[in-house]
């Protein structure tokens, strides 16, 4: 018999055992006494010849396959996936990379091939009016911010398709929860300009009673739900939403407004990064809620570029990790933005299940009045956008249709220029806020404590008034 | 930055004083890495400026946006042997990491003290009178963290402080967070002491009432720390004309406090004043403000003054903001009644 090259004897296989099990005090020694029965004796020739099939023969033919069933309760719930007998390890561009949609060209003609939404005249005239009031509040509005007339803005300038082409294919009873670079949604839906100026300047006008820091607009009248400053907090609420609409659906009934709504969220691609992002995406998911996630992948999150954001295609190549729909579009191509988030927002409704829409922009401006990209960014580069640039895409359009030429786009930019300049000197006139506002709200009925707190600050006041 | 930042140098700002204490720091142990978001770009205040074109992306990261996440991953390499530093860019924004910071303060216990957690996270922060932020970027993020335990909590409101606080800070083995005032950050110009650690549980007496106004009882301990200490500092010509005095004590060490030279200073004067950078509830004042009152109650002659933010978010209209965090004139003016006995 040959001597086995190193395979372990009983003498070591019982020294293991004894250093684990029962070195632990864990194994009696009648069961380590069992166990030490059943391990291979090959060095013991009679131990060797009481081992069956050892040294037998192989049997002529193969042994027949006996099916075994696949227990499903020991896989869990879902259906065994299929088993296969090639080891590979999938490398992410296998997947393939996602197409972006695209119905118009740069140079405004509509692409063979593709669907020009069936939009009327005055839809393309408001998309375009809009995105020229947006350009306009931009504008007016940085430079008052460098003239210190206000304190802080965030331009949206290169990103005006998105939010109008979204806008137009939501119903007012959808509820938006924005990021901070959606004004244009809010101005689509009817917000007036006077409102971002009495926020901007933060007067006793401003919806959110001038508690909020710049564009962080909000109104309950728009259903658009309140910026707020910390990144991506906004998806789980949208999602949050869209579960109540789930429950009032039942409740109402599938005429009912409920029934016709979903939740919209705006997210930057940088802000895709936080953790919130990932955890309202898997629980709309796997909840089977109406939300619409619209990423608005401009190409940077300050400084920071998307390259080295994330290491996948993009915030879409996600969906299918979550089990989501999704699609790309070009984001600079207002039609293609609107038949998408229309076409989104009808699977949301009809399927009450998630769909996100990744659209490909450029953050042309600086990320805020408190940014200089031009540390950070090649001039060049930002030259090369201005070719794909929304707003121009849609004046091709219109002009090519003979609905549009050079004096009427000028009479419509100095239009906006003075609504902007004239609702933010409206808004400086007005007053500011007075202290009584900063112990509102804080809670519904004013307590105990925080009157006291008024109170001694009042006095605290009067004290230092009179000294 | 060594020379500017040296005496006669010229000065440099508290940005820059932290880059230079991280710089040195990266130099000394080839463990020491950064993360901070918009990293390449020096980030707002350029606290980590070049430490990536000086390092490499490996050891100074530009992150990914998500704190919970580059503080997460800083615990995991400071418990592998590296030394890592995370700058908030705004400290606000610590609130998503908060059970990773929690964490960091747990480990060396929860791990029966195998593992070591030499973290620093430092950033700027807090509320200056009329930042004009808005609620969300004016938060006390340093009160929030107070009770968390295992952590050392410094705040600097000088380039020096911030110097030499920075250095102690990343050479120490266990979790630190170091705060420094948002709106100081490129204002205030200091000198550092080059090469010099400062210890990180030593409040700082910058201003010591003389003799005569403590004989006079008309003498008062200020403890505050953050942009507090820029408006105490402006308060000291006024209150003097009136004839008061005051012990200035930047409390720079939050945890641990220093006790004793709170209690030096209250043997002479006998009263404190609280200049609080957080709120009524559960703030650092309301924390200072119970010890001294259990273990310092025999050397006051009245109650502790707290002047803190109220229970409110803090609004962005002026209007509002400049009446919620307390200042110059606020002190001026609490001096004053505590003097006079109307306190």
């Known amino acids: 018999r040959a001597a086995p090259s190193r395979a372990p004897g009983a003498a070591d296989t019982a020294s293991m055992l004894r250093a684990t099990s029962a070195g632990r005090g864990m194994a009696s020694p009648g069961l380590l006494r069992a166990a030490l029965s059943v391990m291979p004796r090959e060095t013991d020739a009679a131990a060797a010849a009481a081992v069956p099939f050892a040294a037998q023969a192989q049997p002529a033919e193969a042994p027949r396959r006996v099916p075994v069933p696949v227990p499903q309760a020991h896989l869990g719930h879902f259906v065994a996936p299929p088993p296969c007998t090639s080891l590979e390890l999938v490398l992410p561009r296998a997947y393939g990379e996602w197409p972006m949609y695209r119905v118009m060209g740069l140079d405004g003609h509509v692409e063979p091939g593709a669907e020009l939404p069936d939009l009327s005249v005055e839809t393309w005239h408001k998309f375009h009016t809009i995105m020229l009031q947006l350009r306009a509040a931009d504008d007016v509005f940085m430079s008052a911010q460098r003239q210190g007339r206000v304190s802080f803005y965030m331009a949206s300038t290169g990103e005006e398709a998105m939010h109008v082409g979204s806008a137009a294919a939501l119903s007012p009873s959808d509820v938006v929860f924005g990021q901070y670079r959606e004004l244009g949604v809010l101005f689509y839906r009817g917000f007036p300009m006077q409102g971002l100026a009495d926020q901007l300047v933060a007067n006793e006008d401003d919806y959110g009673s001038a508690r909020q820091m710049g564009v962080h607009v909000g109104s309950k009248e728009h259903n658009f739900f309140t910026i707020s400053s910390p990144l991506a907090t906004q998806l789980p609420q949208a999602v949050g939403a869209a579960y109540a609409l789930k429950h009032r659906r039942g409740l109402e009934g599938a005429g009912s407004a409920a029934a016709d709504s979903v939740a919209v969220a705006y997210i930057g691609e940088g802000a895709a990064s936080e953790g919130d992002a990932y955890v309202a995406m898997n629980f709309a998911a796997t909840l089977d809620l109406p939300v619409v996630f619209f990423v608005r992948n401009n190409g940077y999150a300050i400084s920071t570029p998307a390259r080295e954001q994330y290491r996948g295609d993009g915030v879409v190549s996600r969906c299918a990790g979550f089990g989501m729909a999704g699609v790309r579009v070009d984001g600079n191509d207002v039609h293609a933005v609107y038949a998408a988030t229309k076409a989104a927002r009808e699977m949301a409704l009809r399927e009450s299940r998630p769909v996100l829409i990744e659209a490909m922009s450029y953050r042309v401006g600086h990320h805020s009045t408190s940014d200089d990209s031009t540390r950070y960014r090649d001039p060049e580069e930002m030259e090369a956008w201005k070719s794909s640039d929304p707003l121009l895409r849609l004046e091709r359009f219109l002009r090519l249709r003979g609905l549009s030429d050079e004096v009427h786009e000028a009479r419509l930019r100095d239009a906006a220029r003075v609504e902007v300049l004239r609702a933010l000197e409206e808004a400086e006139r007005k007053p500011k806020p007075t202290l009584e506002k900063l112990f509102t709200d804080v809670y519904h009925d004013v307590p105990k404590h925080i009157r006291e707190q008024e109170e001694g600050l009042m006095a605290h006041l009067a004290a230092k008034a009179g000294q | ?343």
């Open chain 2, 1 to 343: 930055l060594r020379r500017r930042a040296a005496p006669g140098g010229g000065g440099v700002t508290i940005g820059d004083a932290l880059n230079l204490a991280v710089l040195e720091e990266m130099i000394r142990d080839p463990r020491t890495t950064i993360h901070a978001e918009d990293l390449q770009a020096g980030s707002s205040y350029d606290i980590p400026r070049l430490t990536q074109q000086t390092f490499g992306t490996l050891r100074a990261a530009d992150e990914i946006i998500d704190e919970g996440h580059f503080i997460g991953c800083a615990l995991g390499e400071a418990m592998n042997g590296y030394r890592p530093i995370v700058e908030l860019m705004n400290t606000n924004f610590g609130i998503y990491g908060l059970p990773e910071i929690s964490s960091a303060g747990n480990t060396y216990a929860t791990t029966g003290g195998q593992f070591l957690m030499p973290m620093t996270i430092m950033g700027a922060g807090g509320t200056a009178p009329n930042q004009a932020l808005g609620a969300e970027h004016s938060q006390p993020l340093h009160a929030y963290v107070m009770g968390i335990p295992g952590l050392k909590i410094c705040t600097a409101a000088s380039a020096g402080a911030a110097y030499g606080l920075a250095k102690s800070m990343i050479r120490d083995n266990g979790p630190g967070m170091l705060f420094a005032p948002v709106k100081m950050m490129k204002a205030v110009k200091g000198e550092v002491e080059l090469d010099t650690c400062m210890p990180m549980n030593k409040a700082a007496v910058l201003h010591r009432a003389s003799d005569e106004a403590v004989a006079a009882r008309k003498a008062v301990t200020v403890l505050t720390y953050m942009h507090g200490v820029k408006e105490a500092e402006s308060a000291i010509p006024e209150i003097l004309e009136e004839g008061m005095d005051v012990d200035l004590i930047e409390m720079r060490s939050l945890k641990p406090l220093d006790m004793d030279t709170i209690r030096d200073s209250l043997k002479r004067t006998r009263r404190v004043i609280l200049l609080d950078e957080s709120t009524q509830s559960g703030g650092v004042g309301a924390t200072i403000s119970a010890r001294i009152s259990e273990e310092l109650y025999d050397e006051m002659d009245g109650p502790v003054v707290r002047l803190c933010m109220e229970d409110a978010p803090v609004p962005y209209a002026s209007s509002m903001e400049k009446a919620v965090v307390k200042r110059a004139a606020d002190l001026v003016q609490g001096v004053y009644a505590i003097v006079t006995g109307a306190k």
